[in-house]
């Protein structure tokens, strides 16, 4: 069996095309879909190959409300909450590299994500909540879910959705 590969063009724009939702319907995702996510995010690459991270799937919603209440807003409407666990602050790159790519195959999915973080007293209290050992590091997440398309329409438009390139990039100095 050949596997076709899609264009260049298509791929980048896919990547592009990524947007932080956080306007879902109440439709639930199946574990099938979820696990087809948490697998893209297993692959992500880590520093050394560490794989320090771990996921706790919440699909609890007095714990998706609470994570909202801890600042992690998009979690309380979406249908699933990807908590990433890792070893610990020295792991925080690693986190964001597996944050995206779970929100990457969830739009691969034909899903919706955000990426959030608990703040204040929420990360701690998330892992005493979860069962999560006190050393680990419990802060960020990826809201998944059904997007409204409706509401989402309805949300006013940016003027510009991103600054030029060459605000963005320096070329050989800044």
Excluded at 3 to 28: C, I
């Amino acid at each position: 069996m050949t596997m076709t590969m899609p264009s260049k063009n298509d791929l980048l724009s896919f990547m592009r095309g990524l947007r932080a939702v956080r306007e879902y319907t109440p439709e639930a995702v199946p574990q099938t879909i979820l696990e087809e996510i948490l697998d893209v995010g297993r692959w992500s690459a880590t520093a050394s190959n560490r794989q320090l991270h771990e996921i706790v799937v919440v699909r609890d919603q007095a714990v998706k409300d609470q994570f909202a209440a801890w600042g992690a807003k998009p979690a309380g409407p979406a249908a699933v909450a990807l908590l990433i666990v890792t070893a610990n602050d020295a792991s925080a790159f690693d986190e964001g590299r597996v944050a995206e790519r779970l929100a990457l195959a969830a739009k691969a999915c034909g899903l919706g994500s955000c990426i959030a973080t608990l703040k204040n007293e929420g990360p701690e209290a998330a892992k005493g909540l979860l069962g999560i050992p006190p050393e680990r590091r419990a802060r960020t997440l990826v809201a998944i879910g059904h997007t409204d398309v409706a509401a989402r329409r309805a949300l006013p438009r940016a003027p510009q959705a991103r600054k030029p390139m060459s605000e963005f990039a320096h070329w050989d100095r800044y």
